[in-house]
């Protein structure tokens, strides 16, 4: 999806029996990578031309990888997920896992764990332009416990004073915006301020967070609107009508 249209993406498993996928992250109709798989044993593969790689399974045997996120320049692949060993009845699936994704497209890919911690799953994931925070941060990386950042040398951070959300979103100007829940409030995190900013949005804005994405200047969070079906909340970080 371009923004304006779809493109069908036609694949070709050669002598591979095609599998379920699970998630796909391309910059264009014929070349990406693909999770597939179920919800006890997953693998990522390359494509290019249509034509699909070798899977390679996930480094943690207890690893069920879940989602594929490509950077727009393409440099960067992270494959997300969650630990079998760490789920609960109660809380279902959890654990951080990250991991990073390298390949010549067409060929198998190399995946090498980067972090792999207890907490809520990672719903999010949101690659940095190289032009904010000092060209020193790759993505941030939001989940249900916990906001880290991937950082440039590959290592990850935790950031402090944010701690769970259930979307986020990185707007143009490099800040870092949170929702949980019924996000009556949001939270931010600008690279000139001291610590995270909350906010408070409009009760007739209000949506159950569910996801988040940077258009334009404009962060939209998308989940369950005040009515029951599915709303959007748009916000001009700048305004001071939509946040406070």
Request: net charge negative; glycine share 12%.
């Amino acid at each position: 999806y371009d923004g304006t249209t779809f493109e069908l993406i036609s694949l070709d498993w050669g002598n591979q029996t095609p599998a379920d996928v699970v998630d796909i992250a391309c910059l264009d109709d014929g070349s990406g990578w693909l999770v597939t798989g179920n919800s006890r044993q997953t693998s990522v593969h390359t494509f290019l031309g249509g034509v699909v790689s070798t899977g390679t399974s996930a480094p943690t045997d207890s690893t069920v990888m879940t989602s594929v996120s490509q950077s727009p320049d393409g440099s960067s692949v992270i494959v997300t997920g969650f630990d079998t060993a760490l789920a609960t009845p109660t809380l279902g699936p959890q654990g951080e896992i990250v991991i990073r994704a390298d390949a010549v497209l067409g060929q198998k890919p190399n995946l090498v764990t980067l972090h792999h911690g207890a907490g809520g799953q990672i719903h999010t994931v949101a690659f940095v332009d190289s032009s904010t925070w000092g060209g020193e941060v790759d993505a941030l990386l939001a989940g249900g416990s916990n906001a880290l950042l991937l950082k440039s040398d590959s290592t990850i951070v935790t950031l402090p004073g944010v701690g769970g959300s259930t979307a986020a979103a990185v707007d143009s100007s490099g800040t870092f915006w949170f929702a949980s829940g019924e996000s009556t409030e949001l939270l931010s995190l600008s690279q000139a301020a001291d610590g995270p900013e909350m906010h408070t949005v409009s009760q007739s804005s209000v949506v159950d967070a569910r996801m988040a994405w940077s258009v334009g200047d404009d962060v939209v969070f998308y989940g369950e609107g005040v009515d029951g079906n599915v709303g959007t909340m748009q916000l001009d970080p700048s305004a001071d009508s939509d946040v406070s």
